[in-house]
């Protein structure tokens, strides 16, 4: 691997907007996945959610937050100098995902700062943003993640 | 089943704090997942995990949280009259998981009001601290769950 090639704390900057991404909800998958992580009615039994305020079956949030860190992943994280997270805040389910849904994400730097602590790592502030199939916001998520500097240390 | 064996948005008071279980980490399931939804090096494989500064496999946060999820669903969710949750904030990922830890959750209820906008329905903030078998706390997270009311639209 080429060390050019990964993405290090100095290459986010404010602002930087893009698509990580987009995933067809499979119901399956998704029931699976609550099965495991969150078996309340409205996200295992179909039957059981039609009686439900959300009229239907819809995603665990955690699942749809599974999706949108899988995109982050294959988009940007794997191929960047990533040194983990500490937390994310601000987690937002708007409106319920479905079985069938297809839904996309995009990325934008909102904060970038060295750590104070130490000189070799930089912390990035990232909004991320879901969509459904018609364009409606579905969820938002903030969080930081730690990259390794590429000049550790200096002056970006 | 008997309504009055749920909990509804009245019998969660401020202060309240309980145990909601403890989970055994398999190292299996725990890079299954991360293989599924965050396949960074350090979740998914050994020996690179080992060149990073964990020092070997580390949890992804998200599975932390998924069996945390399944702690609350499993000791009083679904128990309860639970309308589902519009977000979580403040989700800290503190220390380390790794494959053979045990870890252990509590629940603290740390505010609680009545919708503002729909009489049948109140907000419960609660805070969750998961620890592992030193005692160490390895997550912290905060979010709000929405309860049916068993006297809408009253003063408690």
């Not at 900057?13 to 009615?41: C, K, N, S, W």
């Not at 100098?81 to 937002?92: D, F, I, N, T």
Request: charged share 25%; proline share 5%; no cysteine.
């Amino acid at each position: 691997m080429q060390e050019t090639e990964k993405y290090y704390w100095e290459d986010f900057h404010l602002g930087d907007t893009a698509p990580i991404g987009e995933q067809h909800l499979d119901a399956v998958e998704m029931v699976a996945f609550a099965r495991a992580y969150d078996p309340q009615p409205f996200h295992i039994d179909e039957d059981a959610a039609r009686q439900t305020l959300y009229g239907g079956l819809i995603a665990s949030g955690w699942y749809t937050v599974a999706l949108v860190m899988r995109m982050m992943v294959d988009s940007y994280l794997n191929r960047s100098a990533s040194l983990g997270s500490p937390g994310v805040e601000q987690v937002r389910w708007l409106k319920p995902v479905r079985p069938g849904d297809t839904i996309r994400a995009t990325r934008t730097v909102v904060e970038t700062r060295p750590s104070a602590s130490r000189p070799e790592m930089g912390l990035v502030k990232t909004r991320w943003e879901v969509f459904n199939q018609h364009h409606e916001l579905v969820m938002t998520m903030e969080g930081v993640q730690m990259f390794r500097r590429r000049n550790a240390g200096k002056a970006r």
